[in-house]
């Protein structure tokens, strides 16, 4: 009879230590996100978050195009950390490499292309129009795209981005300010580059209008780069170089022929003007790479979608001067400048 207050007792320590067994982890993983904080509280955010894969074009190792996908970059690893990974080609200045290197990111599967100045864009559009293409350091995608409007904006489709494109006619006022007593401007330019026709149509047009005498100097490539900047020189007071990626990747070529022949250039860009130019007006290629870069967190994330987007600037403009040209031509700029060296 005394046996039976002991036996229930054991049969319910046995059913108590069962229970505590089915308490465990689930093998199947449900609970795989669910961590203690050791504050008393619970953290249920999924720890097996996506990732992503981005493939960047550049056209050419440049100070302004190097400053843009270092900015993108940074912008989405402080957004999104170890999520992205980047697989990055070079064109080394010749256009037919970008396709090369954007058909590898196609094969590769990303999941969005960074297309760093107007080949590398053509290159991917030409390539896709499902993955997402960011473009940057682009000058107007109107022209670079050969579409109906010059007119940047919503583009739709699977393309967007930034422009690089300063104020032109605050440049004609740059070069106004620094040369009033000049006469004959020098307009230098890549023929090859719609984007740079672009420009030098529109600030002819600025330059005019303020009493100048312009002359259109189109090189073709570096082979006659030289040559045609020396015809420039021995008929302009001051030379003007749009945003142009050919005479950016051959500023020494240029200052070799213009610092001798004693003739001034203002640049479009800081790029230019650190190697052959005295001054520019300028964006700042970094903050437009960034800008690139927050939109590719919200294209890559879901945020937004991308044919909805529109074309985006850096509107924070600095006047910029270079030092060592200025001394060897002998010119003093005035207050406002900052130096680039």
Same mark, same amino acid.
């Given at each position: 009879?005394k ?7 054991l ?11 089915? @308490? ?6 449900? +609970?795989?996100?669910?961590? +203690?904080?050791? &504050? ?10 996506? %990732? ?10 440049h ?51 960074? &297309? ?26 109107? !022209? &670079? ?16 981005? %930034? ?7 605050? *440049?004609? *006022? ?13 307009l230098? /330019? ?8 672009? $420009?030098?149509?529109?600030?002819? @047009? ?9 002359t259109q100097?189109?090189?073709?490539? !570096?082979?006659? #780069? ?17 945003? +142009? ?16 022949a004693?003739?001034?250039?203002v ?11 005295? &001054?520019?007006?300028?964006?700042? /290629?970094?903050? #437009?790479? $960034? ?5 590719? !967190? ?9 044919? *909805?987007?529109?074309?985006?600037y850096?509107t924070?403009?600095?006047? #910029? /001067?270079?030092?060592?040209?200025c001394d060897?031509? @002998?010119? %003093? ?9």
């Open positions: 009879m046996r039976k207050p002991f036996l229930a007792l049969l319910s320590l046995c059913l108590c230590l069962s229970l505590a067994g089915c @308490g465990g982890t689930d093998d199947t993983g449900d +609970d795989a996100g669910t961590t +203690d904080d050791g &504050a008393g509280t619970t953290d249920t955010s999924d720890t097996s978050g996506e %990732t992503y894969t981005v493939g960047i074009c550049q056209l050419a190792p100070d302004a195009l190097d400053a843009a996908t270092q900015g993108f970059k940074d912008a989405l690893t402080e957004a999104l950390g170890d999520a992205v990974q980047f697989e990055e080609g070079n064109a080394g200045g010749e256009p037919n490499n970008c396709t090369t290197i954007v058909d590898g990111f196609l094969s590769q599967g990303v999941d969005l292309i960074l &297309a760093n100045a107007t080949a590398s864009l053509t290159a991917a559009v030409s390539a896709t129009d499902t993955i997402p293409i960011l473009g940057t350091a682009i000058t107007n995608y109107g !022209v &670079a795209l050969s579409l109906d409007s010059t007119e940047d904006k919503v583009l739709g489709g699977n393309v967007s981005g %930034t422009s690089d494109l300063a104020p032109l006619d605050q *440049q004609a *006022q740059m070069l106004q300010e620094l040369f009033p007593d000049a006469e004959n401007v020098g230098l /330019y890549c023929s090859a580059e719609p984007n740079s026709v672009f $420009q030098v149509d529109t600030i002819q @047009g600025y330059l005019e209008d303020m009493g100048y005498t312009c100097y189109a090189f073709t490539d !570096v082979n006659d #780069l030289s040559s045609v900047t020396q015809t420039a020189c021995d008929s302009s007071d001051v030379i003007y170089i749009p945003t +142009d990626n050919t005479a950016a990747n051959n500023t020494e070529t240029i200052a070799n022929v213009v610092l001798p004693g003739v001034p250039v640049a479009g860009e800081s790029g230019i003007c650190s190697g052959c130019s005295v &001054a520019t007006l300028s964006i700042d /290629y970094y903050e #437009l790479g $960034q800008i690139t870069g927050e939109m590719a !967190v919200k294209i890559l994330t879901g945020e937004e979608d991308i044919s *909805q987007m529109p074309i985006a850096d924070t403009l600095s006047k #910029l /001067y270079n030092p060592e040209n060897a031509l @002998g010119l %003093t700029m005035p207050e406002g400048y900052e130096s680039l060296l």
